[in-house]
């Protein structure tokens, strides 16, 4: 199961270009019964290798600013590491919260723009 799990992140991933990691924490937490810290972290794991495939295919099409990229890379990198310990001192209720809050705002995002 856990194969076809993967499979349907990594389409996720591929198609919108973002989302695996959304969709991997549903999945980690609802279906597979991971605890929430626990499932937020090994999200990101499971999204490197997606987002190496995606890059390599986009890549090649020539759709990626190369130069936008590792600027945004620094600044998301100091972000992804205060974010990382961010969850390791927060309560899960409030890790939910937040998650929903930028699902919501994604969402909402998306239908109106």
Do not use: C, Q
């Not at 198609?15 to 972290?41: D, N, P, Q, R, Y």
């Amino acid at each position: 199961m856990s194969f076809l799990y993967g499979a349907l992140i990594g389409a996720v991933n591929g198609f919108f270009a973002s989302g695996g990691g959304i969709a991997a924490v549903l999945i980690l937490e609802k279906f597979m019964k991971i605890e929430t810290k626990k499932a937020h972290a090994t999200a990101i794991a499971v999204i490197l290798p997606l987002s190496l495939a995606s890059l390599t295919v986009y890549g090649v099409k020539g759709y990626i600013d190369w130069p936008l990229i590792i600027k945004a890379s620094v600044g998301g990198t100091a972000g992804a590491a205060a974010g990382a310990k961010l969850l390791d001192k927060l309560p899960k209720k409030y890790i939910r919260m937040g998650f929903g809050a930028v699902m919501i705002f994604a969402g909402a995002r998306m239908i109106f723009n």
